[in-house]
């Protein structure tokens, strides 16, 4: 133990802030959700209002969270849905009550294609969510990152490929395009491309994106607009070739995304859309902050110890004659507060030793 007096720490010269962003690449495959494990990685509830994905058989303790999947209908939608209607509307209001809020009237506003909330461009009314786990997500989604490819022909072409037309959704602006007015953080626009360009016809025009959703980087939240699986002449961005996309797999009848919408419970909706996804990946950002205090121990300091066993006989143990330099080994630093309450301990691989002849400064971080 150092000399019992304690040395104050100039903030402007001694401490300092830091401020890390780690990263990790989350991917989940369509086997994951649409697969590997049948549906027992899938859990639906007795109120019927959302469905979760897990990345194990649920009911085993190893199981993690993945995503919730569920639909909402906005209250000025085209669509007449009867099966579920007020759940479809009450999810729809929550959701953009959390991420969207409230003009000045009170009023809730509703999800915009551009993100221009306040002015009257094109509304998403008919809308897909899903919500990703705190456990993946983290602090938020990394920016630029987010990318999910969708099947938009019948799950195996005849050569036995798997969705041999896709459709990728990215936030390609998301790393410097982002926009700010959110109640919840930041958020981007998600923009679907041409995943498999070597269809003919072209899924989509060519060298064309389209703004089909938004994603919420710090909620972890992607609103997927139902154009996505509209033709151009039904208000979508598909090549009119691909008409009535079948949202429930290669056995059933043909059913557009409106069909689904308005006929099928949530979890009917929700089991369409995860059989048609085809990959799914982002990376995850965790912040963080660092305080670094550098503790400077001058020629003249903590060269002596209160340890017991550091005298003997009135004597200084180390030393063999009058004439040697004090001499002490530092083992730990303590950061105390301003009335001398230890709050924080480090400790030093190995002793370092301390005379009169050398000055040692140890950098301490304390991560939060």
Do not use: W
Not at 149 to 170: C, K, N, Q, S, W
Not at 249 to 262: Q, R
């Amino acid at each position: 133990m150092a000399d019992s007096f304690y040395k104050s720490l100039d903030v402007g010269k001694d401490v300092v802030g830091t401020r890390t962003l780690l990263h990790e690449a989350i991917p989940l495959t369509g086997t994951i959700v649409s697969g590997t494990y049948g549906t027992n990685n899938i859990k639906n509830y007795a109120h019927g209002m959302f469905q979760s994905v897990y990345d194990y058989p649920y009911l085993s303790s190893s199981a993690n969270h993945i995503f919730d999947i569920t639909v909402g209908v906005g209250a000025n939608s085209a669509l007449t849905p009867v099966t579920q209607l007020s759940k479809k509307l009450n999810i729809y209001n929550q959701m953009a009550q959390v991420l969207v809020g409230y003009d000045a009237a009170g009023s809730v506003l509703q999800f915009d294609e551009d993100g221009d909330i306040l002015a009257g461009g094109n509304k998403l009314d008919n809308v897909i969510f899903l919500n990703f786990s705190r456990l993946l997500t983290k602090d938020e989604l990394k920016k630029g990152t987010f990318q999910l490819d969708l099947g938009v022909t019948p799950l195996y072409a005849e050569d036995g490929t798997v969705f041999a037309d896709r459709l990728r959704i990215t936030d390609a602006s998301g790393s410097d395009g982002y926009l700010v007015n959110s109640p919840v953080g930041d958020y981007g626009i998600l923009y679907a491309t041409q995943s498999s360009p070597a269809s003919t016809p072209p899924v989509l025009a060519a060298n064309q994106s389209y703004p089909v959703g938004l994603l919420y980087y710090q909620a972890g939240v992607a609103v997927l607009s139902s154009s996505i699986f509209l033709t151009a002449g039904d208000g979508g961005i598909l090549n009119n070739s691909f008409h009535n996309v079948s949202m429930s797999g290669p056995t059933s009848t043909s059913e557009t995304i409106n069909a689904v919408l308005t006929g099928s419970v949530i979890t009917g909706s929700a089991d369409n859309l995860r059989t048609r996804m085809y990959n799914l990946q982002f990376n995850n950002t965790v912040e963080l902050n660092s305080s670094i205090y550098f503790c400077r121990a001058n020629h003249n300091e903590f060269n002596y110890s209160s340890n017991p066993t550091y005298t003997s006989g009135s004597q200084i143990v180390v030393k063999t004659s009058g004439d040697d330099l004090p001499v002490s080994y530092v083992t730990t630093v303590g950061l105390y507060s301003a009335d001398n309450e230890l709050l924080a301990v480090a400790k030093l691989s190995e002793p370092i030793r301390k005379d009169p002849t050398t000055e040692l400064t140890f950098r301490v971080r304390l991560d939060y």
